[in-house]
């Protein structure tokens, strides 16, 4: 299947700069996203948001696009109105005017560029497999598959996958992320082109995954207040062995908790800003190779 | 003068989790903060900022603290309000029940530990040499004094200054820097504790005081939007030397733009979060060795 029409989408979380002001440039400069096979559209996902230099006003953006949230009339949070003229826009959700949509993210964790592909489809894999080739540096984070009806903004369309780079603080632009992650974008709209032009060729070597295997909290207390901290040691080493003994919190007190368990993981979204509130210190995932 | 009680604030930003947890844990171990010869409170500043995760509610607190603010009642934003509270409980300023104030803040920029100083009193100045003398990675920014009527929160009373660590993205906690300000804490506390004891020796080795001398601003729009970001080259070099010719910022598009001036400066603050919206982009100080 072709895919005809590509919608390219920051500030979904408005104090993830880099991605919302990615799409203010295109916005002013629409010409550089043009192709010849399909139509590119650049789009501030939540404007008032990215105003108010916040994550959000009301609720997650990108926790609201579940076929249950987008059909039910009495959700008025702003987040909630906003995700159903969103639908509109862009699906809605089942039949959707765009084919694919890349939705660009920014993190306080150190994960450089990485691809967050929502499941194992080869289609993904295969363009992860181009993009890693073309950017080394790139990490494919492959998150567990929410079944049917993902709340993710990009669920919207059949095809969609979110970008997320840093370390950047919230509210804040890193030239040297900003301009790395455009060039990101310009190769994946080439991967899109070459794709409807049945000009690429399979990829052959292995692709380097992390799969989502759990999420890991923060020690708290009954009251559900932090008791401890990322510990220096793991800190910034997102993507890096995590083996039975390594340091993993410490707490106020200056005392040190160990990773116990006996599988080796690989961490992602360590000491992530906004996920203090979600519950999550940082994500383990598993390094695997995947032969395409 | 004997400095018979001492303030030790955090969150008076409500996303600088650094000062904010430091007092948490002081609240719940103030035995910590016991010396012979005064008194310590430790205080957290701005509770709700903190609750809801963000820098203010309405307005920043650490702007509400002027004699006609704090007089003036007509004043109702959640931050004039607790301005007022902070007044009663630790001022009123003129007549204040504490005698110094430490007000712990945080940046994202890579200021590492750096003392404000509100001005070029000899107690300050000894003060941040006894600190350089057991924290050599110390800095020392003398502000522009305010005059008579600082808007400062520590102004409240006679004697205070703000402690600024960074790089750490708000809304974090990054444990090597949580510990180096609370070591840098317990040895303003000795210092206090000295001082009253008249146990000190004037310093007698050259001071490093970085005076600021003007804000410096993204370049803008004729709507105030960005145009422009941080130079990568100069991201992250807070401290370091500025000279004529040198990259200051770079567009969205990819063009440099060079410092001009030919008064070599000292930058610091340099991509501070919080002050993009106070037209910010960094801050110019000048470095000068005080003889003491």
């Not at 629409?30 to 996902?45: G, H, M, N, R, V």
């Not at 994550?55 to 987008?70: G, P, S, V």
């Not at 993902?150 to 979110?162: H, K, N, P, Q, T």
């Not at 709209?189 to 759990?214: F, M, Q, V």
């Amino acid at each position: 299947m072709q895919i005809g029409s590509v919608a390219i989408v920051g500030g979904t979380h408005g104090n993830e700069f880099t991605g919302a002001y990615l799409i203010k440039k295109w916005q002013k400069h629409p010409e550089i996203l043009k192709k010849t096979s399909f139509q590119t559209l650049a789009l501030l996902a939540n404007p008032q948001a990215f105003q108010a230099g916040r994550r959000y006003i009301d609720r997650d953006l990108n926790r609201c696009f579940t076929l249950n949230d987008l059909q039910n009339p009495t959700l008025s949070a702003w987040e909630d109105k906003r995700a159903k003229e969103l639908n509109q826009l862009l699906g809605p959700k089942g039949h959707p005017k765009f084919d694919f949509i890349l939705d660009l993210h920014s993190t306080t964790a150190n994960m450089g560029l990485t691809a967050i592909l929502p499941g194992p489809d080869s289609f993904y894999l295969q363009l992860a497999a181009y993009l890693t080739s073309i950017e080394p540096a790139l990490k494919v984070y492959q998150t567990l598959s929410q079944g049917e009806d993902s709340y993710y903004l990009e669920s919207i369309s059949e095809r969609g996958f979110a970008l997320e780079v840093g370390p950047v603080p919230q509210g804040t632009l890193h030239a040297g992320l900003f301009q790395q992650t455009e060039a990101l974008v310009y190769a994946i709209l080439d991967y899109i082109e070459k794709y409807n032009r049945g000009e690429l060729t399979a990829a052959n070597s292995p692709l380097t995954l992390y799969r989502h295997l759990k999420v890991v909290d923060y020690p708290r207390n009954q009251n559900g207040e932090l008791e401890a901290m990322v510990h220096p040691q793991l800190q910034g080493r997102d993507y890096q062995e995590l083996k039975k003994g390594d340091p993993l919190f410490i707490t106020f007190e200056g005392e040190t908790i160990y990773y116990e368990e006996s599988e080796t993981v690989w961490p992602v979204f360590i000491n992530e800003a906004a996920y203090y509130e979600q519950g999550a210190a940082m994500c383990h995932t598993k390094k695997t190779e995947v032969y395409l």
